[in-house]
């Protein structure tokens, strides 16, 4: 493991309550900073192998299926000719991401871009032989996946946003 590298195990504590709420946290600083500068800042991920790479970060809107709000999630994203891809890791952890079960449940929203901010999209979940594809174009982009997908025993969905 170098000095900005995750760790090849599972981290101790990983399944915690905490650690999603530090999730959650870090998100909300890195949509804030993203809205705050168009962009500018939060539009990359340099954490693990972002570092040395940073892959390009989107804000997804999704509405919550319970409360009926809507929340912002920065992920990392691919664009793969006019959809973007996106990756439900959530670093690893059991469970999906809530933003992953609000998409499933109201799938048209918006995801906004460095230079695009309102751009329309249908999501739906890579399935088979697209989502073998992808996840090797996602792991290419941001290598940590699958150290994620190690830690995790669930298979870890791919969302394709496409547009609408």
Same mark, same amino acid.
């Given at each position: 493991?170098?000095?900005?590298?995750?760790?090849?195990?599972?981290?101790?504590?990983?399944?915690?309550?905490?650690?999603?709420?530090?999730?959650?946290?870090?998100?909300?600083?890195?949509?804030?900073?993203?809205?705050?500068?168009?962009?500018?800042?939060?539009?990359?991920?340099?954490?693990?192998?972002?570092?040395?790479?940073?892959?390009?970060?989107?804000?997804?809107?999704?509405?919550?299926?319970?409360?009926?709000? @809507?929340?912002?999630?920065?992920? =990392?994203? #691919?664009?793969?000719?006019? %959809?973007?891809? +996106?990756? !439900?890791?959530?670093?690893?952890?059991?469970?999906?991401?809530?933003?992953?079960?609000?998409?499933? @449940?109201?799938?048209?929203?918006? =995801?906004? #871009?460095?230079?695009?901010? %309102?751009?329309? +999209?249908? !999501?739906?979940?890579?399935?088979?032989?697209?989502?073998?594809?992808?996840?090797?174009?996602?792991?290419?982009?941001?290598?940590?996946?699958?150290?994620?997908?190690?830690?995790?025993?669930?298979?870890?969905?791919?969302?394709?946003?496409?547009?609408?």
């Amino acid at each position: 493991m170098g000095r900005f590298s995750l760790p090849d195990e599972k981290p101790p504590g990983l399944d915690k309550p905490g650690t999603v709420t530090f999730i959650k946290a870090m998100s909300k600083v890195n949509t804030a900073a993203f809205k705050l500068t168009n962009g500018r800042i939060g539009a990359k991920w340099r954490i693990g192998e972002g570092f040395k790479k940073p892959p390009p970060i989107l804000l997804l809107e999704h509405i919550g299926r319970k409360s009926g709000k @809507t929340f912002t999630a920065p992920l =990392v994203y #691919l664009a793969d000719g006019p %959809n973007l891809i +996106v990756v !439900a890791s959530q670093g690893g952890l059991p469970k999906n991401p809530q933003w992953f079960a609000n998409l499933v @449940t109201s799938p048209d929203t918006v =995801v906004h #871009l460095r230079k695009d901010k %309102n751009r329309k +999209v249908h !999501a739906r979940v890579a399935e088979g032989q697209e989502r073998e594809q992808l996840w090797a174009k996602m792991v290419e982009l941001y290598a940590d996946y699958n150290k994620y997908a190690t830690w995790t025993d669930r298979e870890i969905p791919i969302v394709v946003l496409e547009p609408r």
